[in-house]
């Protein structure tokens, strides 16, 4: 690798070149003599020889009104596991963690959970309502809840099932499928409080219901203390309009919490004195235990990390030498205070780079970079939140719940990666 002051020389020799229209093939050798592909015999015809791209002019502005990543990019998309569900309308894609960085998940990136399909409501048509144990009951109109105070927040969703094909066993090859059931998302929208304020909760009121406009109508309850303290009624997701897969034009945000009560195309609020029990809170989204019960309301998501790259869907390509690990963490109980990086199966440990902007409840990025010697590894992440929970070992996990749950699987991740830079799931026993 090319140390820092010889990229930066690099940089503005290779621009100084660029504008003067000097004969780059006689200049190359030296401009880039501390760069690897310079030090190659042959001049580099991408860098010697004048391309179409810089010869021919480009699209103009009216070819792409919205505005789309580069045709080169093509492969970064939701992708979904065929057997996992019977039907697309019920089913799941997932986010392609392995080809993102930073903290926040592009809109058209964010995986998509629906049980009926995605509901196209123009917002002029929209209504939520708020009923149950309040002084008033209210309906709202998308323009009147515009006109509450609003806020900004980054958090992730992550549903309860993310990485829950993994319980028995290594099975999914690559971090989208096994890890991508989570997003990170800018929300701006109105804190649910206000509007609770505003119809006037009794002194009963200690539950909230929930419900989606779409044909699954989903329900979740929701105590009382949670909708009071930072939920919100979300309109919009970085910067533009709620997605329609996302909920639009109105969804509920509850941060920390399993993905599933985060009610889409938000319909109703009930106010009630007692949970609901509704089928996504009993029959599913709860964990069964070994001995045949269940764990009722498991709402938070705990702590949890995954190397993005590499993995499976992103092997080392360039050899031996400098190697970026990167990955991401998350906590639904706060911010991630470390992220320790095991190349040896979890034998030693190194505390990896976080990088900055740590938000609470939203993913955080961590770096490591090492010199590989193009031995065998064995990668994994450990993340620990600030209010010092541990991310287990999928073993741990195992001996404190059992081999029969699905959901809220925080264990840590094993990628084997071989010599050659190819990388596979696998587990550590
Ligand atoms: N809300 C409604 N109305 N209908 C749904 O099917 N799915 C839930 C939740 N909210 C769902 C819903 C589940 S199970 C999850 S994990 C999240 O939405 C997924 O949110 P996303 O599609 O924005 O990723």
Redesign the pocket.
């Known amino acids: 690798m090319t140390d820092k002051n010889a990229m930066a020389v690099n940089a503005t020799t290779r621009r100084k070149m660029l504008t003067s229209g000097l004969k780059l093939s006689a200049l190359v050798g030296a401009a880039y003599s501390g760069m690897s592909r310079a030090n190659s015999q042959a001049p580099d015809p991408l860098i010697t020889e004048i391309q179409d791209w810089n010869r021919y002019m480009g699209d103009g502005v009216d070819a792409n009104p919205y505005g789309s990543p580069s045709q080169f990019e093509a492969e970064v998309v939701r992708r979904d596991v065929p057997w996992l569900t019977a039907d697309a309308k019920s089913s799941v894609n997932f986010t392609p963690l392995h080809a993102l960085d930073g903290i926040i998940t592009p809109n058209g990136l964010?995986?998509?959970?629906?049980?009926?399909g995605v509901?196209q409501i123009a917002p002029d048509e929209h209504r939520l309502m708020i009923n149950g144990l309040v002084d008033t009951p209210l309906v709202f109109t998308m323009e009147d809840i515009a006109r509450f105070p609003r806020e900004n927040h980054m958090y992730f969703?992550e549903?309860?099932?993310n990485s829950g094909m993994e319980w028995r066993g290594a099975q999914l090859n690559g971090c989208q499928f096994t890890h991508g059931?989570v997003?990170n998302v800018l929300y701006t929208g109105v804190p649910l409080k206000y509007l609770l304020q505003e119809a006037g909760i009794k002194t009963r009121g200690k539950w909230l219901l929930p419900e989606?406009?779409?044909p699954?109508?989903?329900t979740r309850s929701i105590p009382m203390e949670k909708a009071l303290d930072d939920c919100l009624v979300a309109f919009k997701m970085n910067g533009e309009a709620l997605r329609p897969?996302?909920?639009y034009p109105l969804?509920l945000v509850v941060p920390g919490w399993?993905?599933?009560?985060?009610?889409?195309?938000?319909r109703r609020l009930e106010v009630g004195d007692e949970p609901w029990h509704h089928r996504?809170e009993t029959s599913k989204?709860t964990d069964l235990l070994a001995d045949g019960r269940a764990r009722r309301f498991s709402w938070e998501m705990d702590v949890k990390s995954v190397i993005t790259n590499p993995s499976p869907q992103a092997p080392i390509l360039h050899g031996q030498g400098r190697t970026v690990i990167t990955g991401l963490a998350w906590s639904g109980h706060g911010t991630v205070r470390r992220v320790d990086v095991s190349v040896d199966g979890g034998r030693n440990w190194t505390t990896a780079r976080l990088d900055a902007p740590s938000f609470s409840k939203s993913v955080h990025r961590f770096y490591h970079e090492f010199d590989w010697d193009g031995r065998e590894l064995f990668l994994q992440s450990r993340a620990i939140d600030d209010r010092g929970n541990v991310q287990p070992t999928k073993n741990a996990l195992r001996h404190a719940r059992g081999e029969n749950s699905i959901y809220h699987n925080n264990g840590i991740q094993t990628w084997q990666v071989r010599p050659d830079g190819s990388a596979e799931n696998v587990e550590i026993s």
């Not at 399993?258 to 938000?266: A, I, R």
């Open positions: 964010c995986f998509e959970r629906h049980h009926g509901a969703l549903c309860a099932a059931m997003h989606g406009a779409d699954a109508h989903m897969e996302q909920g969804r399993e993905g599933n009560m985060w009610v889409k195309w938000l996504e989204y």
